[in-house]
T-cell receptor, first 114, second 114 residues
Framework: NAGVTQTPKFQVLKTGQSMTLQCAQDMNHEYMSWYRQDPGMGLRLIHYSVGAGITDQGEVPNGYNVSRSTTEDFPLRLLSAAPSQTSVYFC?????????????FGPGTRLTVT | AQKVTQAQTEISVVEKEDVTLDCVYETRDTTYYLFWYKQPPSGELVFLIR??????QNEISGRYSWNFQKSTSSFNFTITASQVVDSAVYFCALGASGAQKLVFGQGTRLTINP
């Protein structure tokens, strides 16, 4: 049981490049989320999903796309990277049993946009 | 709107001292959940506690204790006899019942000096 996995751990992009941050969980959790962590601002929700085929925007969705074709995977796409997207990105999953709900976080992806 | 405020940006104490991390929240929901997470220097997010709005009993887990007071909208975290391994950033978070979205405070960086 690997929990929540994220790849890559580190990434450097040039402004305007696109990339996808991968997130996968093997706990059969219905809910998955993406947060970004910036100094002095805590974690802020980007997008979330309550099940396969269902996604919704969080607090800071601009510049990011998501899709949820399977229960296990929830990739985050940056279509045209900007320096303001330099951050640490965390993926999380949770289950509605008894919640809300402890969120299980992945190890994070540190992204730098130059 | 929901909001979490951790007014203490940084705290530094000497080992074995007791230390309290403050968390004040705002919500219009009558049912909600409060969380504390620890982020050690390695960067991962470690779940510490979840408390629902109907349970105001204080909780103790080893050297950790939590004081939940609805009257002041606070959910403070105390570490007794602090140790160097307690050095980390600590986040308080708020989630509405039935929702999978967490709102995080800005975090408090705790440094325990030997």
């Amino acid at each position: 049981n690997a929990g929540v996995t994220q790849t890559p751990k580190f990434q450097v992009l040039k402004t305007g490049q696109s990339m996808t941050l991968q997130c996968a969980q093997d706990m059969n959790h219905e809910y998955m989320s993406w947060y970004r962590q910036d100094p002095g601002m805590g974690l802020r929700l980007i997008h979330y999903s309550v099940g396969a085929g269902i996604t919704d925007q969080g607090e800071v969705p601009n510049g990011y796309n998501v899709s949820r074709s399977t229960t296990e995977d929830f990739p985050l796409r940056l279509l045209s990277a900007a320096p303001s997207q330099t951050s640490v990105y965390f993926c999380a999953s949770s289950t509605p049993t008894g919640g809300p709900y402890e969120q299980y976080f992945g190890p994070g992806t540190r992204l730098t946009v130059t | 709107a929901q909001k979490v405020t951790q007014a203490q940006t940084e705290i530094s104490v000497v080992e074995k001292e007791d230390v309290t991390l403050d968390c004040v929240y705002e919500t219009r929901d009558t049912t909600y959940y409060l969380f504390w997470y620890k982020q050690p220097p390695s960067g991962e997010l470690v779940f510490l506690i979840r408390r629902n709005s109907f349970d105001e009993q204080n909780e103790i887990s080893g050297r950790y204790s939590w004081n939940f007071q609805k009257s002041t909208s606070s959910f403070n975290f105390t570490i007794t006899a602090s140790q160097v391994v307690d050095s980390a950033v600590y986040f308080c978070a708020l989630g509405a019942s039935g929702a999978q979205k967490l709102v995080f405070g800005q975090g408090t960086r705790l440094t325990i000096n030997p």
